[in-house]
């Protein structure tokens, strides 16, 4: 069963103009979630993650991310993007009851125009 | 540190053939993956392994075995390729303790099976 859906394949969006990628989960019980950046030809790294507490969460290179239960989303969100932006970002949740689990999203590919 | 490696970068292999990919981390942490990533499917997790000695199914384990005969080593074996098994692979390590949870990722294998 997919726990992870992003909704959105490919994003283009214009050199300083905001940005949202949607991720939405499916889950019965508690969850921690992440999301990851790929550049090309590279392995993953984490932007950000919410484990608890605060439902905005603010990572790396001005991303924040929003926890939302009742919509079981997790939007990653940027006011201004750079070129240095366009990558692949992926959506992850581990869920509370299946131990050390992680369960990726198929991935939203950020393309930046000058 | 190096953090996560992976050992080789690329192959290509015949179908039948049979191969290793090695992952190492010198962080110390207890818990291994093994991903593929295939175009439009996100990550999906092969094997994994929660300490020394131990490994467990994933969501795709069929084709592939794995061996954690040391902490800092996660072993990814091919035993008879086929064109199925062309992807990229990930390995990536987590810590034990609570609070932490991300994953930190190898470069990748690219893996070609002609």
């Known amino acids: 069963a997919q726990s992870v859906t992003q909704l959105d394949s490919q994003v283009p969006v214009f050199e300083e103009a905001p940005v949202e990628l949607r991720c939405n989960y499916s889950s019965s019980v508690s969850v921690y979630l992440f999301w990851y950046v790929q550049y090309p030809n590279q392995g993953l790294q984490l932007l950000l993650k919410?484990?608890?507490?605060?439902?905005l969460v603010k990572g790396i290179n001005g991303f924040e991310a929003e926890f939302n239960k009742s919509q079981t989303s997790f939007h990653l969100r940027k006011p201004s993007v750079h070129i240095s932006d366009t990558a692949e970002y992926f959506c992850?949740?581990?869920?509370?009851?299946?131990?050390?689990?992680?369960?990726f999203g198929t991935g939203t590919s950020l393309t930046v125009i000058p | 540190n190096a953090g996560v490696t992976q050992t080789p970068k690329f192959r290509v292999l015949k179908t039948g053939q049979s191969m290793t990919l090695l992952c190492a981390q010198d962080?110390?942490?207890?818990?291994m993956y093994w991903y593929r990533q295939d175009p439009g499917m996100g990550l999906r997790l092969i094997h994994y392994s929660v300490g020394e000695g131990t490994t467990a199914k994933g969501e795709v384990p069929d084709g592939y075995n794995v061996s954690r005969l040391k902490k800092q080593n996660f072993l990814l074996g091919l035993e008879s390729a086929a064109p199925s098994q062309t992807s990229v692979y990930f390995c990536?390590?987590?810590?034990?303790?609570?609070?932490?949870?991300?994953?930190?990722f190898g470069p990748g294998t690219r893996l070609t099976v002609t």
């Open positions: 990536a390590s987590s810590p034990a303790e609570t609070g932490t949870y991300e994953q930190y």
């Open positions: 992850a949740v581990r869920r509370s009851n299946t131990g050390n689990q992680f369960y």
């Open positions: 919410y484990l608890s507490g605060s439902t």
């Open positions: 962080m110390n942490h207890e818990y």
